[in-house]
């Protein structure tokens, strides 16, 4: 079983979405020891024993993350599919990067696509949400 279908079968948790199921679109992407991944490509088994972040693991007691309120603030959520992958890919940047150029920002989204927008808000809610966390 996949950890994909593995979170959202077993676990309940929907957050992760399930798009292509070979690794190309970055719906399914969470963090893995701190790390992203494409949940459809690992086995359940093989995260045995890692720390393991999905969209639902970001903000415990019901506060938003930085990211989540910036997207939510820039219009960057548009139909929200990509969302949860888009925000986990931007917490692992804005983890070893505090102030990321733009295009270090699209670099680290770059393995996530989104078919509503032209990237322009979610890149700004990104950058707002770095400027917010260093405040």
Known sequence: ??????????????GTKKGCDSGQCGV?????DGKTIDA?????IQADGKEILT??????????????EAFVEEG??????????MILSAKALLDEKKD???EEIREALSGNLCRCTGYVKIIKAVQKAAAMMRA
């Open 1 to 14: 079983m996949s950890l994909l279908d593995f979170l959202r079968e077993e676990l309940s948790l929907k």
């Open 28 to 32: 399914c992407t969470i963090l893995m």
């Open 40 to 44: 459809c490509l690992v086995l359940a």
């Open 76 to 85: 960057a959520v548009q139909c929200g599919f990509c969302t949860p992958g």
């Open 55 to 68: 969209i639902e693991g970001l903000s415990p007691g019901g506060r938003l993350h930085p990211l989540q």
């Open 100 to 102: 990321p150029s733009e």
